[in-house]
C-alpha cells in the first residue's frame, strides 16, 4: 500500500484532469513517466482505470470507484496537515464554498461578511455553480462544503438544512387580470411559463406537479434566477421563482404572486460536506456562524 501511495496521487490529478499532458503539466514531470505510471497502477490492480481516447482520458466505472475514495483519502491527509498547522499558529486557514449565483446574492452574502470581520486572517474562495456542479466539486475535492437547494439524496454527504423557502409563480401586468383570483395547478399550466434551464429546484418542483399528474411545459427556460424575475416583469410568461429572494420585486409592485389553490409545499437551502472527511478549521468556523445566525432568524 505504502508504495502505492504516490501512484494514487497522479492517479487522482490525472482523474481531475481527464488529461496525462495536464497531469504532467501540473506535476511538472513528463507526459510518458504518467502515462507509465497509470499503465503500473492499472497491472497492480488488475483493472483498466482511464479510456484513453485522442484528446485526454475518462475515468471507468472502476476508474470513477477508485478516484471517489483516493479523493476523500487526500482530504483526509490534507485536513490532517491544516490541523497541525493550527495548532502552530492558531487561527489560520482557508476552505472553499460551492454555491450558486443567486444562493450567494440572497443567502450567503452577510455570513461571508460575519465571518471576514470575525476571522480576518482566514480566507476563503468561491466556486460557482449548479446544485449538481457543486456537488461534484465537494466530492471532489474541489470544495470543503457546499450551500445547496434541497432536497439532495446522497448517502456520501452530511446534509443539514439552514433554511425554509417557498417556491411560487410570479407575474407582470399583462396577467394580473386573469390572475388576480386563486387557481388551480391545471389552470396555471396553460399560461406561458418561465423557468430555470437545469436546477435542483426546477426538479423539484416539477416532481411536484407530476405527482398531480401535470406536466411542465416550460415556453422559456433561463439560466439565472435574476432573468427569471426581468421575464416575467416585461410580461413574457408566469415564472417560477423561490419568493424569499423575490421579495423586492414583490414589495415594489413589479411583479405579482400567484395564489394557487394548492401550494407547493416548502423545501430547503442547507449545507453539505462529505460524512467521512473532516472539515478543516475555517470550514468548521463558517458553518457554525451560519449556524448560529439561523438559530436566531
Known sequence: MTGKLDLYYLFYTVGKNKSFSKAAKELYMSQPAISQSMAQL?????????????????????????????????QFIQAGEEKLLEFKNLIIGEFKIGVSDTISRFFLLPYLETFHNRYPNLKFKIVNGTTWEIIAALKAGEVNIAICNLPIDDKSLEVKPLLEIQDTFVYGEKYREVLSKPIELEELVNFPLILLDNSNSRRYVEEFFLTKGIKIQPEFELGSHELLLEFAKINLGVACVTKEFSEQFLREGLLDEVTLM????????????????????????????????MRDF
Do not use: H, M, W
Open 42 to 74: 492499472e497491472k497492480e490492480l488488475d483493472t483498466r482505470l482511464f479510456n484513453r481516447l485522442s484528446k485526454g482520458v475518462t475515468l471507468t466505472d472502476e476508474g470513477n470507484l477508485l478516484f471517489e475514495y483516493v479523493s476523500s483519502a487526500l
Open 262 to 293: 394548492e401550494p407547493i409545499p416548502k423545501r430547503s437551502i442547507g449545507i453539505c460536506y462529505l460524512k467521512n472527511v473532516p472539515l478543516n478549521r475555517a470550514a468548521e468556523r463558517f458553518v457554525d456562524i451560519v449556524e448560529e445566525n
